[in-house]
């Protein structure tokens, strides 16, 4: 029996003003997988994520997530969906610790009349399932959970980025460009940590511009360009060059096939 894919789009359309920046685009994440999205500049991938993740509404077109129709009207809205999303910026609070970005937006208030009235926070619970799942991740490197974020590296930084992903979203994980900022080293642990999310059963869309990452990690390439899904292939299938003429409009499929 085939497998069903978790997070489908079919016909996504967005325009602003004259410029159409989603073309009828199609979208599938199966179960489990690594799906690199690959485009040039301008082929709208960044206009496909952020539909998928919330954070604009298609004009046309529909989203299903395990084959319902969502509608998403937020990113938090599709967080409470199972979708985090782990952007170039990062989106942390340097000047707080590892703990407190962990549970930024979600923390977890104190029982009693301490919590309910007094909004007082449970800094003790947010600091082990905080160290908890970075353990998971095999990122204890960190010593002190109750570091400031600004105090680590960029590969650390994006670790707990990913980390707080991985804790929450439960279904789906989107991570744009998680290495572009990094050294061969920290890339290197970042894509570590992103085949052990996956080995623990959570589908992760990969945006990257980066080949030989993609082709290493990845178990599906999703190929954008001009605003729709221009092809999926697979990496033991194509070369890199092949990839690039594909998103480049140098080759047509037939060609690199």
Do not use: C, W
Not at 151 to 160: E, F, P
Not at 198 to 223: K, Q, T, Y
């Amino acid at each position: 029996m085939a497998q069903e894919p978790i997070l489908t789009a079919r016909g996504l359309v967005k325009r602003y003003g004259r410029v159409t920046a989603l073309n009828n685009a199609d979208f599938d994440l199966m179960p489990g997988e690594i799906l690199a999205v690959i485009g040039d500049n301008g082929a709208g991938k960044s206009s496909l994520i952020k539909a998928l993740s919330g954070a604009i509404r298609p004009d046309e077109g529909e989203i299903r997530m395990n084959g319902k129709p969502v509608s998403f009207s937020s990113p938090m809205d599709a967080r409470q969906n199972g979708i985090e999303t782990v952007y170039q910026t990062l989106a942390l609070s340097p000047a707080l610790s590892i703990a407190d970005n962990m549970f930024l937006g979600r923390e977890i208030r104190a029982g009693g009349f301490m919590g309910k009235v007094l909004r007082k926070l449970d800094h003790k619970a947010m600091e082990r399932i905080a160290r908890e799942k970075l353990s998971e991740l095999g990122l204890m490197t960190i010593q002190n959970i109750n570091q400031a974020v600004e105090t680590l590296s960029g590969g650390q930084r994006q670790g707990v980025a990913v980390a707080r992903a991985a804790a929450f979203g439960s279904k789906v994980i989107i991570l744009d460009e998680p290495t572009a900022a990094l050294g061969v080293k920290e890339s290197r642990k970042v894509l570590e940590l992103i085949q052990s999310v996956r080995a623990r059963g959570i589908p992760i869309v990969l945006i990257s511009h980066n080949m030989p990452h993609v082709f290493e990690v990845a178990d599906r390439i999703h190929i954008h360009r001009l605003g729709r899904r221009l092809a999926v292939i697979k990496p033991k299938d194509y070369s890199m060059s092949d990839a690039v003429a594909l998103m480049t409009g140098a080759k047509t499929l037939d060609q690199a096939a």
